[in-house]
C-alpha cells in the first residue's frame, strides 16, 4: 500500500514569513496526526483529527499555526508568521479509525523546516 | 500529564551483541506501547508494539517486554547487526502518543 505522503520535503523560508505544508494519508485511514520534530528529540504533537474533526490541538501554538483536513483525506499545516523556533521537520502520521490512540501510527517523510 | 523517560541516550555495540533500550511512564491508564526506529533524514518507523494485556512480545532478532506494575517497558535487540544503527524512539499512548527522547544505538562490525 502507498505510505503517507508530504510536501514539501525542504523548505528555507525567512522569520515572520509563511509556510504550508501538505499531507496526503493512507488510503482508509481516518486519523492524521502532525508532529513537530525538533533535532535531538522525539515527535511532538501538534494536532490530531479524526475525519475531518479536531480531536486534540491543545499542543497547537494557534496565535501562529493553523492546520485543516477539510473533506477528511488531505491535510494542511500553516505557519505564520515563522519564528526561528519553528525550525524542525513537520511529520504527518495516520491510523485506522477506531480505538485512535490505540492504533499503529504510520509516519510520512516529513517536511523540514529551516528559518533564516 | 504523561511523562516518558528513556534510557541510555546513546548506545554503542558490537555486531552480534544485544541491545537493551529501556523506558519508563508515569501514567498508569496508558495501554499501547509502541518502538519506531529513526534513520537518519528518514521517518520515523513502527518495529514492534505491545498492548497492555501482554507481558512479551517477540518478532524475529526484537522484542519488546512490559511491566505495568512498575510502569516500565524495554526494547531487546538480539544479534545486532550494523543495519540497526539508528536512533530508537518508546512511546506511550495516554489520551495522545507521548514520545521518549530517544536512544541513538551504534553496532560496530
Known amino acids: 500500500e502507498a505510505g503517507v505522503a508530504q510536501s514539501p520535503r525542504y523548505k528555507i523560508i525567512e522569520k515572520r514569513q509563511s509556510v504550508a505544508f501538505w499531507c496526503n494519508p493512507i488510503s482508509g485511514h481516518a486519523t492524521l496526526y502532525w508532529y513537530q520534530q525538533i533535532l535531538g528529540q522525539g515527535p511532538k504533537l501538534l494536532i490530531q483529527?479524526?475525519?475531518?474533526?479536531?480531536?486534540?490541538d491543545s499542543q497547537l501554538p494557534k496565535d501562529r499555526f493553523s492546520a485543516e483536513r477539510l473533506k477528511g483525506v488531505d491535510s494542511t499545516l500553516k505557519i505564520q508568521p515563522a519564528k526561528l523556533e519553528d525550525s524542525a521537520v513537520y511529520l504527518c502520521a495516520s491510523s485506522l479509525a477506531g480505538g485512535m490512540n490505540n492504533q499503529p501510527q504510520h509516519f510520512g517523510d516529513g517536511t523540514r523546516l529551516s528559518i533564516l | 500529564g504523561e511523562n516518558v523517560e528513556q534510557h541510555p541516550s546513546t548506545l554503542s555495540v558490537q555486531e552480534g551483541d544485544s541491545a537493551v533500550i529501556k523506558c519508563t511512564y508515569s501514567?498508569?491508564?496508558?495501554?499501547?506501547f509502541p518502538w519506531y526506529k529513526q534513520e537518519l533524514g528518514k521517518r520515523p518507523q513502527l518495529i514492534i508494539d505491545?498492548?497492555?494485556?501482554?507481558g512479551e512480545k517477540k518478532d524475529q532478532r526484537i522484542a519488546v517486554t512490559l511491566n505495568k506494575t512498575a510502569k516500565h517497558f524495554s526494547l531487546h535487540i538480539t544479534e545486532t547487526q550494523p543495519e540497526d544503527s539508528a536512533v530508537y524512539f518508546c512511546a506511550v499512548a495516554g489520551g495522545k502518543l507521548i514520545f521518549g527522547q530517544g536512544t541513538e544505538l551504534s553496532v560496530k562490525p
Open positions: 483529527f479524526q475525519n475531518n474533526g479536531v480531536v486534540d
Open positions: 501514567d498508569s491508564a496508558s495501554n499501547y
Open positions: 505491545i498492548r497492555s494485556n501482554v
